[in-house]
């Protein structure tokens, strides 16, 4: 079993910067791929980043491709989400979760396990 406990949600104004956290548990964290998830209201949950075991590869959805920064440190159980440039159509509950497949998986399916989410609301 792995726990996942996400932090950093908040409310910030457009074009603003916030940095999400996600401590995990219970489980070789390196062993684990790392992702970030996001869910508006009406939507489907949508991939938004992953990053291999180590580090050395990084996914990121078109939409936040050079906005958003993913990093693990192994060293402390944490993977983080550095999103600037912050957008309303970025508004949604954020998810980290883990798997232990592939790291280009971007279907929410393949990620067995998950953080309860943290709100992110951006202001016009």
């Known amino acids: 079993q792995v726990q996942l406990v996400e932090s950093g949600g908040g409310l910030v104004q457009a074009g603003g910067s916030l940095r999400l956290s996600c401590a995990a548990s219970g489980r070789t964290f390196s062993s684990l791929v790392m992702g970030w998830f996001r869910q508006a209201p009406g939507k489907e949950r949508e991939f938004v980043a992953a990053?291999?075991?180590?580090?050395?590869?990084?996914y990121y959805t078109d939409l936040v491709k050079g906005r958003f920064t993913i990093s693990r440190d192994n060293a402390k159980n944490t993977v983080a989400l550095q999103m600037a440039s912050l957008k309303p159509e970025d508004t949604a509950v954020y998810y980290c979760?883990?798997?232990?497949?592939?790291?280009?998986?971007?279907?929410?399916?393949?990620?067995?396990?998950w953080g309860q989410g943290t709100q992110v609301t951006v202001s016009s």
């Open positions: 990053i291999s075991r180590r580090g050395s590869n990084t």
């Open positions: 979760a883990a798997q232990s497949g592939l790291a280009s998986s971007r279907r929410p399916d393949d990620y067995n396990y």
